[in-house]
């Protein structure tokens, strides 16, 4: 026989703050950090400040943001040798490639 839960204790684990702590957990999972990348890429912080003529501290400041600009991220990735894509998913499977151009342009390409 199949074992039951009560009804308040199935939506005590779906309360909307709960919902919304396990969304954060698991972005923050999927998610990696700029300086991960770069550790990966074995750059100090020294080196890529020099490739993108800022200081040291001003890439600590760049790699803990929670927001960042499109461009910055995109220099920042291009220094460390490699190319910035984002996808854009959407229901019913299609998915949009936005790639910035280099004149800054946006430009939607299709899959």
Known sequence: MPKTKKWSEIRATRSKSGVLERAEAN???????????RRA??????TLAETLNMTQPEISKLEHRTDVYVSTLRRYIE?????LQILARFPGGEVEVIEL??????ELLPA
Request: hydrophobic share 30%.
């Open 101 to 106: 151009a280099p004149n800054g342009r946006k």
């Open 27 to 37: 972005r923050k999972k999927r998610a990696v950090l700029l300086g991960e990348v």
């Open 41 to 46: 890429r074995q750059l100090t912080q020294e």
């Open 79 to 83: 220094a460390m040798g490699g190319e």
